[in-house]
């Protein structure tokens, strides 16, 4: 039934295996054991990197899309509203037009959210398969035989690569499945919350989009750890590093790009005012408070100008020498000489 999806994924499953073969190689070159299992996991974590690096414009667009997505919603609210209850055809066609068009006007495209995940699919059934074959002794490419025999005997905690719960030899494999069935859970979890609760501005979060979005939340988790049981070892080092990277990913690119009127947004703009406050006051003395220096430093100019301690001392000197009793009697004594001459 489903021959014709394998066939074409024939290709993608060649360069999978290539990909894991070249990083396997280099794995070895610095002195990792062949038949290792934690040389072949690293092998599966260098194939997320260079699949995520391909992503990365369409992660970005992915991004902005959901932003989008969501800040459309009131209007896309006043459509629906404008048309509810109406069912002919008439108020269908004209309903899809207006929302056409808001579509056109945001430049949103409700696809692009899902280009990144619909990408990674193909890639995702591609190692399945992959992995799957490697206890039957199944080449692809250049993944011969001698190569496919090394995965086969590759354990991480004595748990084979290949190995699935269901299907699970001993009972470390279950406990190692079990924990990355979690931890993938959790991280899909987190990357959707990330994305709801920091990206997106009040206004945006009560809206039917917004509650599907958070539907998903927590239904993608659950979905995960369902069927992840049936997932080789591999595949969910593959999806928990996918997982990873998209969070680290989608927290770069929120701080750096938030949405307009989102937490992150106002945590933007409060960096921004505190590097531009940082920027204005002089360079501080070591153990000084930067609020008691600058207020120092901005209050001793006017203080100096109104007393001018200096010029007075100035005044002083250029005074004859005696004693300052004496010099504040001199003016006394010269107004009395001119008396006793008369």
């Not at 207006?98 to 696809?111: D, I, K």
């Not at 531009?276 to 207020?295: H, I, N, Y």
Request: proline share 8%; with cysteine.
């Amino acid at each position: 039934m489903f021959d014709w999806f394998f066939t074409l994924l024939q290709p993608l499953e060649y360069a999978v295996a290539a990909i894991m073969v070249a990083w396997h190689t280099v794995l070895t070159k610095i002195g990792m054991p062949a038949a290792g299992g934690w040389t072949w996991a690293l092998s599966i974590v260098g194939l997320v990197v260079v699949i995520r690096i391909l992503l990365i414009p369409l992660f970005v667009r992915q991004i902005h899309a959901s932003r989008k997505m969501q800040l459309i919603q009131p209007q896309m609210k006043k459509i629906q509203e404008k048309y509810k209850g109406k069912s002919d055809p008439a108020s269908r066609q004209a309903m899809q037009a207006e929302t056409m068009a808001l579509y056109r006007e945001s430049g949103t495209n409700p696809f692009s959210s899902c280009l990144p995940i619909l990408l990674q699919s193909p890639v995702f059934f591609a190692l399945f398969r992959v992995l799957n074959g490697i206890p039957n002794g199944q080449t692809v490419g250049p993944l011969n035989a001698e190569l496919v025999h090394q995965a086969d005997q590759a354990t991480i905690f004595g748990a084979p690569l290949s190995a699935t719960f269901v299907n699970a030899p001993n009972t470390a494999t279950r406990i190692v499945t079990i924990i990355l069935i979690i931890l993938m859970s959790l991280t899909t979890f987190t990357t959707q919350r990330q994305l709801m609760t920091k990206n997106m501005p009040a206004a945006a979060l009560d809206n039917p989009f917004a509650r599907q979005q958070k539907a998903l939340m927590y239904i993608l988790p659950l979905f995960f750890a369902i069927s992840g049981i049936n997932f080789p070892i591999g595949v969910l080092i593959y999806w928990l590093t996918t997982n990873l990277w998209s969070m680290g990913q989608q927290f770069y690119v929120i701080r750096r790009m938030p949405a307009p009127g989102s937490v992150a947004e106002q945590a933007l703009l409060e960096r921004k005012r505190q590097k531009a406050a940082t920027r204005k006051e002089p360079p501080l003395e070591p153990g000084v408070q930067p609020d008691a220096s600058s207020s120092a430093v901005a209050e001793q100019p006017r203080s100096g100008q109104r007393q001018q301690p200096k010029r007075q001392n100035r005044a002083k000197r250029g005074s004859p020498r005696a004693p300052t009793p004496a010099a504040s009697k001199r003016p006394g004594e010269g107004s009395q000489r001119p008396g006793k001459s008369r």
